[in-house]
DNA sequence: CCCCAGGGTAGGG
DNA sequence: CCCTACCATGGG
């Protein structure tokens, strides 16, 4: 991977990796298109690390604006994964056809290194609920709990924050029912009854299990949390989607040698079926 | 009015 | 073990 300064502004050359897709393919929430006037250009902003950042793509060319080298080798050449060799990945699971098809769609997608508790907290916000309404819900959280860091962006709230927070407070989030699972979930990370570091060294079944004990989170959320805030990448959440694309394309069962990478598999599909039109038959959908 | 969204819980068979 | 009603909220 090349880099190089210019003025302010870091330059990066990669391959086989689109920002877009990264950075909009529903394990994150916390990044925005911004329209460019330039034909081919793509630019995401969004809040990584209590910081709002401005990445550009065009073609294999990314550009971190106000980035120094430092910065990007501090969080950015982690959060985007770019020190995993995907060929290496993408050679075992495309023995697939399905996974195949989906990867030469959406074989851009990198699986991001997030910080353990926003995106846990975030996918219990992210029940029974859609992308775009779970992005906002998410945006008020932070800006009711959070930290001032410029106009119109703030820091993702702490869990002691929000376990000590008005009731009241928090039902004004619209979250639903939901509020009292964020509340469970803030009050056992803040007390230390659950310890998110820890689950970094555990296998997966324990890690499961421990994150089970949080109420609202289910074997959905679990694996979610486990696949995008704990890089476990095995993990394999299994929504709405998925159940499509499962009874679609794997009625005689998800193949068991993609079962080391079957999250990143995972990712590929879901990317896949919801933004390609004809991945599944429309009259196939319902259901 | 309906249905759906990156589901989970509680309760009953 | 399975199945189902119900759970808030907003968008289509």
């Avoid at 210019?6 to 050359?13: F, I």
């Avoid at 805030?229 to 709405?240: E, L, Q, R």
Wanted: one cysteine or more; hydrophobic letters at 40%; charged letters at 20%.
């Amino acid at each position: 991977m090349k880099i190089r300064q210019d003025g302010s502004d870091l330059v990066v050359t990669t391959h086989n990796f689109s920002l877009v897709d990264t950075l909009d393919c529903g394990q994150c929430f916390r990044w925005w298109r911004v329209p460019s006037p330039v034909l081919n250009e793509n630019i995401m902003t969004g809040v990584v690390a209590n910081k709002l950042q401005t990445i550009s793509q065009t073609g294999d060319q990314l550009v971190f604006f106000n980035t120094t080298s430092d910065e990007f080798y501090s969080v950015w050449q982690n959060y985007f994964d770019f020190s995993t060799n995907y060929d290496a990945i993408k050679l075992v699971l495309c023995k697939d056809e399905t996974i195949n098809k989906a990867c030469e769609y959406a074989g851009g997608i990198r699986l991001l290194r997030q910080d353990p508790w926003e995106t846990l907290a975030s996918f219990i916000i992210s029940q029974n609920n859609n992308i775009p309404r779970i992005k906002s819900s998410i945006k008020k959280l932070c800006a009711t709990f959070g930290e001032q860091i410029s106009d119109d962006v703030f820091t993702f709230p702490t869990a002691q924050k929000i376990a000590h927070a008005d009731k009241s407070m928090l039902s004004s989030l619209s979250l639903g029912y939901r509020d009292d699972y964020l509340l469970d979930c803030s009050t056992k990370i803040a007390s230390g009854q659950i310890e998110l570091e820890k689950i970094f060294d555990m296998d997966l079944a324990l890690a499961r299990e421990t994150l089970r004990k949080i109420k609202g989170v289910g074997p959905k959320v679990a694996e979610c949390a486990l696949l995008f805030g704990f890089y476990k990448m095995s993990a394999f959440p299994v929504d709405t989607w998925m159940k499509k694309a499962l009874s679609y394309f794997y009625s005689d069962g998800f193949p068991e040698f993609a079962s080391q990478y079957a999250g990143i598999a995972q990712q590929y599909i879901f990317h896949y079926i919801r933004t390609c039109k004809d991945a599944i038959p429309t009259y196939l959908l319902k259901k």
